[in-house]
């Protein structure tokens, strides 16, 4: 019952702790210490190494742990046409220490497209790994949520459905550029859908204008938009999160809400669900999910070192398959392991423990 294609019965959502030497090469380019071309040089030799250990934990689908990047999301999103990136006041907070306050705004028409830089990072994983090489992008709805009608000036769009459609449309551009480069496993890194699970978000949505009934609606016409033009061999994914700066989170509520929108509205065919910890709620919303589409269970947290049981996560995995078939089931750990380039409060040895964890009990649950 092992999958030869992705999502694997061992996965990851796909970023790594930086490395030490990592660390200090951005640190001394952001004070002009050394060059672009020689922080490349430090992030290449680096991404190597990750790869190859990567491999080595026993995982099939490969990442450049998104070493060239400082955010999950922003590094994307401020390369679109027509978007920018810009230091500003969050309006969404993590409980405790805050993340640098990036935030994304829109300054002109979206739409076009130009070569992303990404495309080169995905090629960089293609160029150095025998196995499945995945990339990882945010979800459309990243651009809207956190900041709603103040980051889409009226001027530039006085109606927002022509604001998902262009940035649909933007997004269905640059997926497709990934697949033209070779790429045949993507995920959409969404956060907002399980945001919109905590009544207490959902109330932040409503007090600035938003419905919170219509935007997964709007939020799934993107996404669809999104990956309406990928190969049939390419396999699509989204990774489902409540938050996970410096293994802290934001949300709290189960997939409930919105979990028919979630599997029968949008046409994705793989979810990595954060199901570490009761946050998540139970596995009662998988009973939605129809055949033909795969869950990936993340059952093994990334915010702590401390390793779980194997004997728990085989016991949850049969809790799931109550509501799912087994063979529609996955195995991960609940989310990247470092969202931003602080990365969570983990140490490396304990990173990679547990994702070789994750591949002996899948080996386990699902055969060799």
Known sequence: ???????????????L???????????????????????????????????KKQE???????????????????????????????????????QGRQPRPMMVRVIGKLGDYAPHPMIEHFKFVQAHTKQTPK???????????????SAVPVE???????????????????????????????????????????????QQVTERGDDPN?????????INAAISDVPADMTTAMHLCRGNFQSTFVASGGYEPVAEILFNEIKIQAYFMEYDSERAGGFEPLRFVPK????????VTSKSGTLESKDDLKRRIDQAAQYIPLDQLCLSPQCGFASTEEGNLL?????????????EVADEVWGR
């Open 214 to 222: 219509r935007m997964p609606h709007d939020y799934a016409k993107m």
């Open 156 to 202: 530039i769009y006085p109606d927002m459905d022509d604001f998902y459609r262009d940035l649909g449309e933007s997004y269905r551009k640059a997926v497709r550029a990934f697949a033209d480069a070779g790429c045949r496993y993507i995920q959409l890194d969404e956060v907002n859908f399980t945001y919109l699970c905590d009544p207490k978000l959902r």
């Open 292 to 299: 033909g589409k795969q869950v990936v269970l993340g059952l």
């Open 56 to 94: 080595s934990a026993g995982l099939k689908s490969i990442t450049d742990g998104e070493y060239r990047r400082a955010f999950w999301n922003y590094d994307f999103l401020g390369k679109l046409i027509g978007a920018e990136t810009y230091l500003g006041e969050r309006k969404i907070k993590f």
């Open 17 to 51: 702790l930086r490395p030490a030497a990592l660390k200090e090469a951005r640190a001394k380019r952001e004070k002009n210490e050394i060059t672009a071309e020689q922080l490349k040089a430090v992030e290449d030799r680096e991404i190597e190494a990750a790869i």
């Open 135 to 149: 990339m990882t992008i945010p979800s459309p709805s990243s651009m809207h949520f956190r900041y709603g009608r």
């Open 347 to 359: 140490a490396e040895e304990e990173q990679w423990a547990k994702l070789r964890m994750i591949a």
């Open 1 to 15: 019952m092992q999958r030869t294609k992705p999502p694997f019965r061992a996965d990851h959502v796909g970023s």
